[in-house]
């Protein structure tokens, strides 16, 4: 079980070098001395005043709880080191990381939060697509519904021809019902859907 009032000093340095900062750059944000976070880091003291804690934790990105467990070795390979995701044993890949690291700056968050997050917001995203597609979709079967109505009456034998021609978008919007029918985000459907519809003509 962590012990809440002794620091890991290994997670403690390895978040302030991924910061790039000095013992004493350190120091200064926090308003303590260098040679208070010298020795925590050698492990000579593990001990950190209450007042110091919020200030610590919150420029280094990091919880007191991630940051007094004892079972975090940063140096372990499948643990990742930058920042809050230490404790984070998804992969996630340099660049990326650095995208997740100004979101969290920017909304003052702990990176791991943003990984938590991550899967709802996907929801979200992915659920408003599929709607703004579905809306679309329908507002062009309304427009061909009343093309097909109105467009011979008014211009005669010209308006067959018309739709002879937009016949040839049948084959995208089948597509596009068929993604939207399988919840297809990505599109990855489309193909599969373009070889229905034509063994569907046969």
């Not at 944000?29 to 950190?48: F, H, M, N, Y």
């Not at 809306?135 to 427009?143: F, H, V």
């Not at 097909?148 to 067959?160: F, M, Q, S, V």
């Amino acid at each position: 079980m962590t012990n809440t009032n002794q620091i890991n000093p290994k997670v403690l340095q390895a978040a302030r070098k991924q910061k790039g900062w000095t013992q004493e750059q350190l120091a200064d944000r926090i308003g303590c001395t260098k040679d208070t976070v010298s020795r925590w880091e050698r492990g000579q003291s593990r001990s950190v005043r209450s007042h110091l804690r919020n200030p610590l934790c919150k420029n280094l990105q990091i919880e007191w709880q991630e940051l007094t467990d004892p079972d975090v070795d940063p140096e372990t390979p499948d643990i990742s080191t930058s920042l809050g995701w230490m404790k984070t044993k998804i992969p996630v890949m340099k660049d990326v990381r650095v995208a997740l690291d100004l979101v969290a700056m920017r909304y003052d968050i702990h990176p791991h939060y943003v990984l938590r997050l991550a899967p709802l917001l996907f929801v979200i995203i992915a659920e408003q697509s599929l709607l703004w597609r579905k809306r679309r979709l329908d507002e062009i079967d309304s427009a061909f519904s009343d093309m097909e109505e109105k467009l011979p009456d008014a211009l005669g034998h010209l308006g067959g021809i018309i739709l002879a021609r937009s016949g040839s978008a049948d084959e995208r919007l089948f597509e596009e019902k068929n993604s939207l029918g399988q919840r297809d985000v990505f599109g990855f459907s489309f193909d599969q859907g373009m070889h229905a519809f034509q063994a569907g003509q046969q």
